[in-house]
């Protein structure tokens, strides 16, 4: 496969007044001399890396096996790709941390950490559906400073590095300038939940939502997310995620002038503790200018 540099613009400046939706939880960002922008092409290098392994998996998995519950797996194809992405940012960053889907969290010296997700969409991966990718993020303390989410089956990488604005290949994209919502999709994400009153809520949510908006889809993959960034759908919400499921896609909609949040409107807290990694969040993003709207739309659905 033949790799061309991607290139990439300068982002717009940040508005005064403006605030990231991440907080800093536990420690704070450290310069180690690397820029965003190295960062970046190294988080497009490595999820192309993984990308690969996939593709070479493809319709012909092995070794699924089921995690904390039967709607959660894994596969050899998950494996191979985040060993392929560990071994690369070893080499190349050794004194960083690592947080990792299926082998967790190894913490580093330098103040940088890497989140990664080598196989996001597994379910999707094991039916054959192409809406699976690869997910890697760059943390400054806790802060992500460059996102790269690679979708193999179409060749396509979207890449965002703070202050650079976000990218769909050598494309600059954006959330959409779109406000009503009944001229906009959302794409809604959740996994089985196991607690009858959760899902009997979630299901609630659904209902109401899809009364304010064109149509929903749902692909429960990083698909929702990019297909957000890049004005395609509207808004997005995942009910069930980990800190490497959104890692990569806050720091993309950041620079893709949105917000990802959780569903209360209230900032992001990463916690690189162990503690941290088995937080489920529940998220939504969107454009500056819907955001509001949908969390208002939200807390009147849930209150009902």
Known sequence: MIRRKVPFGRGPPKRAGWTPAIRQVGCSPTSSGVTNEQLREAAITVSRLGGEVLLKHFGQVRGVRAKESWASVVSEADLESERVILAWLTERFPEDGIVAEESGFRPGRSGRTWVVDPLDGTSNF??????FGVMVAALDGVVPVASAIHLPVDGVTYAAATGQGAWRGDRRVSVTAGTDLRKLLLGYSFDPALDEVEARRQGILLAGLARRVRNVRATNSMLDFVLTVDGRFGACLNHATRIWDIAA???LFEEAGGRMTH???SPIEFAL??????????VLGASRALHPVLVEAIRRETAA
């Open 249 to 251: 896609a806050v720091g």
């Open 126 to 131: 094991i039916a054959g559906l192409p809406w």
């Open 273 to 282: 503790t162990p503690a941290g990694m088995g937080r489920t969040f529940a």
């Open 263 to 265: 569903l209360d409107g």
